[in-house]
Nanobody, 129 residues
Framework: VLLVESGGGSVQAGGSLRLSCTAS????????MGWYRQAPGKEREGVGTIDHNGKTAYEDSVKGRFTISQDSIKKILYLEMTNLTPDDTATYFC????????????????????????RGQGTQVNVSS
């Protein structure tokens, strides 16, 4: 297993949760890490990404409420979620991808986390109104 998420659970609207993702093996060498989510009956939705320089990017639906960070030494990715709403209810997946060196040198960005190569098993987040 390359990516293992934890920290999911149930919370009331307005509450907060912090998800963690421990990376190992090939997934730990990703220079692009991120999260996406999927609610029952809905398409996957990107949440955000963080690159090897610590630069983050977020979907509009979570901007200002969610924060992605990483501990590069411990190989742990975090997703801090605040002011949660029932629309945030979903299974959250940690993802990893490695751009080739020539892509990094060319300034290629990480892109959508939905397309990343490695994915964890997911952790469920339920937000009640």
């Amino acid at each position: 297993v390359l990516l293992v998420e934890s920290g999911g659970g149930s919370v009331q609207a307005g509450g907060s949760l912090r998800l963690s993702c421990t990376a190992s093996g090939y997934a730990a060498n990703g220079n692009c890490m991120g999260w996406y989510r999927q609610a029952p009956g809905k398409e996957r939705e990107g949440v955000g990404t963080i690159d090897h320089n610590g630069k983050t990017a977020y979907e509009d639906s979570v901007k200002g409420r969610f924060t992605i960070s990483q501990d590069s030494i411990k190989k742990i990715l975090y997703l801090e979620m605040t002011n949660l709403t029932p629309d945030d209810t979903a299974t959250y997946f940690c993802v990893s991808h490695r751009l080739a060196e020539r892509q990094v040198e060319a300034g290629v960005r990480c892109g959508s986390p939905i397309n990343f190569a490695y994915r964890g098993q997911g952790t469920q987040v339920n937000v009640s109104s």
